[in-house]
């Protein structure tokens, strides 16, 4: 077997969505980085299949083919086992990567030992409820990043691009598939990792959200679905908070930076 080079592997679920799927591929093409793509994909019938069996890129890549589209959790649960690097990367396939430096500023994060995952999307503070408080939201999109470089703490991570250790991964168990189809996973994920005295971070390396990739369907088009997903959430902040709630409220700020920042929310024209 030959010498792993790439330190990390990107971990794409992929149902349909081809044209978002390209855009992300051909994104990741300037990225400075080493890196692997594991893609599991969940039964596509838009061509997906096709595109990747004749895949026109130069990184690695690996595929798993799953007809089975119940759960996005589920299948990444099936994937990130796969990974033969130190470190593996969850990531959206509506993502479009602007900063070819952005895994390189993920990666190196974890020079610093006390940090166990890094986004580029995520919130500082959760309410005793387990929502994120909106001003403490902090990202990297590229229409206007509100992270300051080179990045901040905080306490979730969201799961447009979480960045992790595989072996940390394996000690927390993998993903709880208790949160259904999609959501909740990624605060829980957060919260396990912060569990263990690790810091979840947030690096400043713009990128743009397209939006609506990852779903496997899209509940808007239909108003039953869409009550379902409705309660799918409900049931997430339910199981969330079962599990987590000795946490909650949770902030990643210390006490100084809390008093600035609402300072600054309350009275924006203090200097």
Not at 129 to 158: C, K, W
Request: with cysteine; hydrophobic share 40%.
């Amino acid at each position: 077997m030959t010498a792993v080079r790439e330190r990390v592997t990107l971990v794409l679920p992929l149902f349909n969505q081809l044209p978002l799927t390209r855009v992300c591929f051909e994104s990741l093409k300037a990225t400075t980085e080493p890196f692997r793509v594991l893609v599991i994909d969940n039964g596509s019938t838009d061509g997906t299949r096709e595109f990747l069996r004749a895949f026109p890129y130069a990184y690695p890549l690996q595929v798993i083919e799953n007809d089975d589209n119940r759960s996005v959790i589920a299948s990444l649960n099936r994937a990130w086992p796969a990974v033969e690097t130190e470190l593996l990367c969850i990531l959206h396939n509506d993502t479009e990567m602007i900063d070819p430096t952005w895994l390189t500023k993920l990666v190196r994060a974890f020079d610093d030992p006390t940090v166990g995952m890094t986004g580029l999307f995520g919130a500082k503070r959760m309410r005793r409820g387990g929502r994120y408080v909106g001003r403490t939201i902090v990202h990297s999109l590229a229409e206007g990043p509100t992270v300051r470089a080179p990045g901040e703490d905080v306490v979730s991570i969201d799961a447009v691009c979480m960045c992790l250790p595989k072996r940390l991964l394996e000690d927390i168990g993998g993903l709880d598939e208790r949160y259904g189809f999609y959501h909740g996973f990624d605060k829980d994920l957060s919260l396990a990792v912060r569990e263990r005295g690790l810091r979840c971070r947030i690096v400043h390396a713009p990128f743009r959200h397209h939006g609506g990739g990852t779903r496997a369907r899209d509940f808007r088009r239909d108003p039953a679905r869409e009550q379902r997903d409705i309660a799918l959430r409900k049931g997430a902040i339910d199981h969330l908070m079962t599990k987590w709630g000795h946490r909650m409220p949770a902030d990643a700020r210390r006490l100084g930076a809390r008093v600035r920042e609402w300072l600054a929310s309350r009275y924006p024209w203090r200097p």
